[in-house]
């Protein structure tokens, strides 16, 4: 049962373009959504989250938007750094986050 | 400020064997998370604590499996007797009380059951 889903294993972009990373939900009863980026041996590392009452969220280069409409949300990272290449998971969990879901990742390799 | 830590970083033992994961959340977090992840199934929860309390298992694979958190600064997950199936990374995750509140994540434990 995948609640949460990120279609697009990778994607490649050049050092100064824009990163958009891609997210879509089903179940209408999340209201909290969160991007992780992790590196290889490591632990996922909270980057930006956004709650349902927004459309957007920006944090320095990292803007996340939110459809509710559409049940999407994305990632973007611009301009984009050869150190962002990670691989990306969006979450999405109900405002008291105990049971967030994942998508499967989207690896992003940024190329100098 | 230090983060979650987990031990081991890497665990190899054979089938059959006793498998004790160990995490310490960060200081003041109250609620405190198991994540298994494998190539199949991706990120999934396993059972989670609020307060030293289990409040949802359903996630626990099978009796195999068993989570404890004696105190709010140490919990383990346990799998005995271990099985092939078992390889994959555990995650250990915690968060404070509050709402909008971030999981953070520990470095994870590689096991591999021969």
């Known amino acids: 049962d995948q609640q949460v889903k990120q279609n697009s294993p990778s994607l490649s972009v050049q050092e100064g373009r824009i990163s958009i990373l891609n997210c879509d939900y089903t179940?209408?009863?999340?209201?909290?959504f969160l991007w992780y980026k992790k590196y290889p041996a490591e632990g996922p590392t909270f980057l930006i989250s956004?709650?349902?009452?927004?459309d957007k969220n920006e944090d320095g280069r990292f803007t996340v938007f939110l459809n509710k409409s559409a049940k999407h949300l994305s990632l973007h990272i611009v301009p984009s750094q050869p150190g962002d290449s990670a691989v990306y998971f969006c979450?999405?969990?109900?405002?008291?986050?105990?049971?967030?879901?994942f998508g499967a990742g989207t690896r992003l390799t940024v190329k100098p | 400020d230090a983060g979650v830590i987990q031990s081991p970083r890497h665990e190899v033992t054979e089938m059959g064997q006793e498998v004790t994961l160990r995490c310490k959340p960060i200081s003041g977090h109250n609620s405190l998370f198991w994540y298994r992840q494998t190539m199949m199934r991706g990120l999934e929860l396993l059972i989670y604590?609020?307060?030293?309390?289990?409040?949802?298992d359903s996630g626990m694979p099978e009796d195999r499996f068993s989570a404890k958190m004696p105190n709010a600064s140490f919990s383990t997950l346990k799998i005995q007797p271990s099985e092939p199936r078992d390889s994959a990374v555990y995650f250990c995750?915690?968060?404070?009380?509050?709402?909008?509140?971030?999981?953070?994540f520990g470095d994870g434990t590689r096991l591999s059951i021969l």
């Open positions: 979450a999405a969990s109900n405002t008291n986050n105990n049971d967030m879901r």
């Open positions: 179940n209408s009863m999340f209201d909290y």
């Open positions: 995750a915690s968060r404070p009380d509050g709402d909008n509140q971030p999981q953070h």
């Open positions: 604590f609020n307060n030293n309390v289990p409040i949802d």
């Open positions: 956004i709650s349902s009452i927004k």
